[in-house]
């Protein structure tokens, strides 16, 4: 049976708008109208308020109500419960942006169509998502989290979730009607616990032996501690422009 992905709000609540999203920072502008996505407890969200400053307007959008509830609005930044896939927006925002959402939806086609319809003509959509298939370790994971890994991998396309999201956005895009269409690498290299957080999180639903699961968070944890040198994630990410 298909599932639904809840993120972790330990994850969420940790990024930043210039360092998780540093594509959109560099375009927004003082008095913008901007709907974020899959907005989550509202971190990037809350610096893309900042970043348009009192004259623009802001609107964090996310179907997990237990999200919201931990997002903060402001003057010019209000948070709303709601699913993507039925977002019924008219042509109001100047952008909308999602980062890292996009792979949890089966049906990215509609996604990328909802989000084109929410833009004013001459707007932006701008989206940041994984090829989760090109992720590397240097040096090699021990046996115990590359097993989880692909079992990870495996997991998503069981769900109908895109491993190379990232690279096949721009088709979206193009299919929804944008035009200008843009892709970048926007890769982040560096030693992160992010993959800790996820055995814990989504270990339960990828690894039901539990002793399996410690044995890969302990082996992992070895692994961060001594030997990892550098993690690459790979990201991409793709603006179009509304008609």
Same mark, same amino acid.
């Given at each position: ?47 893309? $308020? !900042? &970043?348009?400053? +009192?004259? #623009?307007? *802001? /609107?964090? =959008?996310?179907?997990?109500?237990? %999200?919201? @509830? ?45 989000? $084109? !319809? &929410?833009?004013? +003509?001459? #707007?932006? *959509? /701008?989206? =940041?998502?994984?090829?989760?298939? %090109?992720? @590397? ?52 290299? #560096? ?53």
């Amino acid at each position: 049976m298909k599932q639904s992905h809840q993120s972790d709000p330990r994850v969420l609540s940790r990024r930043t708008l210039e360092h998780d999203h540093p594509r959109l920072a560099g375009m927004l502008r003082p008095g913008m109208s901007v709907l974020d996505v899959g907005c989550g407890t509202g971190a990037i969200t809350a610096g893309i $308020a !900042a &970043a348009v400053g +009192p004259s #623009g307007t *802001v /609107v964090g =959008l996310d179907r997990d109500e237990s %999200l919201i @509830a931990m997002a903060r609005g402001g003057a010019n930044l209000t948070f709303e419960v709601g699913d993507l896939l039925t977002l019924a927006a008219e042509p109001q925002f100047d952008m909308v942006t999602a980062a890292r959402l996009i792979q949890w939806i089966s049906e990215p086609g509609e996604a990328i169509h909802r989000m $084109a !319809a &929410a833009t004013k +003509p001459g #707007g932006r *959509v /701008v989206v =940041l998502d994984y090829n989760h298939e %090109l992720n @590397a370790w240097d040096p090699e994971p021990p046996l115990e989290f590359r097993r989880f890994y692909q079992a990870f991998l495996d997991w998503r396309t069981a769900n109908g979730w895109d491993n190379m999201m990232g690279d096949h956005l721009p088709a979206l895009f193009e299919a929804a009607g944008l035009r200008n269409v843009m892709i970048t690498v926007d890769d982040q290299i #560096g030693i992160s616990e992010i993959w800790l957080h996820v055995i814990e999180s989504l270990g339960p639903k990828i690894l039901p032996d539990e002793n399996d699961r410690l044995r890969t968070q302990t082996a992992y944890r070895e692994y961060l501690g001594t030997r990892l040198r550098t993690q690459t994630l790979s990201l991409r990410t793709v603006t179009g422009t509304a008609h």
